[in-house]
């Protein structure tokens, strides 16, 4: 089967990969379309390599791929042969999806929402499922919550926005030039350019900050807060020292990583997405051969949502 390894901080796209064969707990999936996130152009720079080491990640030769939409190929306990759908894995540890089949534990999967395609559905698990895990179960947000999402535009933003607002929040997006049409049409009640306004010059206060861009340290942020306020940066590991004084103070920085897999919230995600209350937004979609186009979009400024790119044929 085709798949990209990684040798030497270089991918490769190679046809001779073998079949992956799944254990009692896994199905066995095609891979129809996967994501290229972030994350994987870090892993490319070796930028997680010491992390991922320490938390136990054992070699692949398939190390990038974190989304993915696909075919079941052999029925586990909840999905049967021919079920479309979509899933994602562990950020650090275990397998990626950047290769024809993979073999997935069904608590990281859950049935395709129904209008979507397979190229939409592939743009949404991991995007979708850390929003919600952020605003939910962190920040507990819920009517009225005031909520700042900075990095709004995107592959999480684009459904950090739709999800707090479906939990009833008030939302200002923070995100670059010429956003502001597209960022309120998914729900956003206030945009704002952050190449015209620092976040630290904002006047209003929030229950929940949501930093996206990974570029923010608690003590720019801690004077936006309300009095109980959270605030949580999509990489933890830029704020470290912050978490420690959560213990002293009624303003908490949350840990944010999504590792478990979570098949109920994925369940809630996909049926959103089936009566037009969650919507995908793709930015860009590449064939596996130019997979380093696909790459090359990640380094680029003023991305919409996700980069896709199709990895079988149906
Ligand atoms: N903790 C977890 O469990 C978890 C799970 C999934 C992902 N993540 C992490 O979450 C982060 C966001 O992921 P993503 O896929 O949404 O990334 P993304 O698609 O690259 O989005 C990042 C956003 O930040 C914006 N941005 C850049 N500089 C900014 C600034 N100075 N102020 C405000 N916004 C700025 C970008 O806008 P421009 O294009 O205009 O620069 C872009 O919209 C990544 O680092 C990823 O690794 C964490």
């Not at 990640?57 to 974190?66: D, I, M, P, Y």
């Not at 990281?108 to 179960?137: N, Y």
């Not at 919507?279 to 380094?299: K, N, T």
Request: aromatic share 8%.
């Amino acid at each position: 089967m085709k798949g990209l390894t990684l040798e030497s901080k270089h991918l490769r796209l190679r046809e001779d990969l073998s079949l992956p064969v799944p254990n009692a707990h896994e199905l066995l999936v095609k891979v129809m379309y996967a994501t290229v996130n972030p994350t994987d152009a870090d892993t490319v720079a070796g930028n997680h390599a010491l992390l991922a080491k320490l938390l136990g990640a054992k070699r692949h030769l398939v190390n990038t791929g974190l989304e993915f939409s696909g075919i079941v190929q052999k029925s586990g306990k909840r999905f049967k042969q021919g079920d479309r759908i979509f899933g994602y894995v562990d950020l650090l540890k275990g397998i990626k999806t950047h290769q024809e089949y993979i073999c997935i534990a069904e608590d990281f999967v859950a049935l395709m929402p129904a209008q979507l395609s397979f190229e939409e559905s592939a743009a949404m698990p991991l995007g979708a499922l850390t929003s919600l895990i952020a605003l939910q179960d962190l920040g507990q947000v819920s009517k009225g919550s005031k909520v700042l999402i900075n990095g709004a535009s995107g592959g999480l933003g684009v459904y950090a926005i739709q999800i707090a607002r479906l939990l009833g929040a008030n939302v200002t997006a923070v995100a670059g030039t010429n956003t502001e049409a597209f960022l309120s049409n998914l729900g956003a009640n206030q945009v704002i350019n952050y190449q015209q306004q620092p976040l630290k010059s904002l006047q209003h206060k929030f229950d929940l900050i949501l930093d996206l861009s990974t570029l923010v340290k608690y003590p720019q942020i801690k004077h936006l807060l309300h009095k109980h306020g959270k605030f949580i940066p999509a990489n933890p590991f830029n704020n470290l020292p912050y978490f420690i004084g959560n213990a002293f103070r009624n303003k908490k920085v949350k840990y944010l990583m999504v590792e478990n897999g979570d098949s109920e919230k994925l369940a809630l995600i996909s049926s959103w997405a089936a009566q037009g209350k969650l919507r995908p937004v793709v930015d860009s979609v590449f064939s596996l051969a130019d997979y380093a186009q696909a790459f090359r979009r990640i380094g680029e400024k003023g991305r919409r949502g996700r980069v896709v790119m199709q990895m079988s044929e149906e």
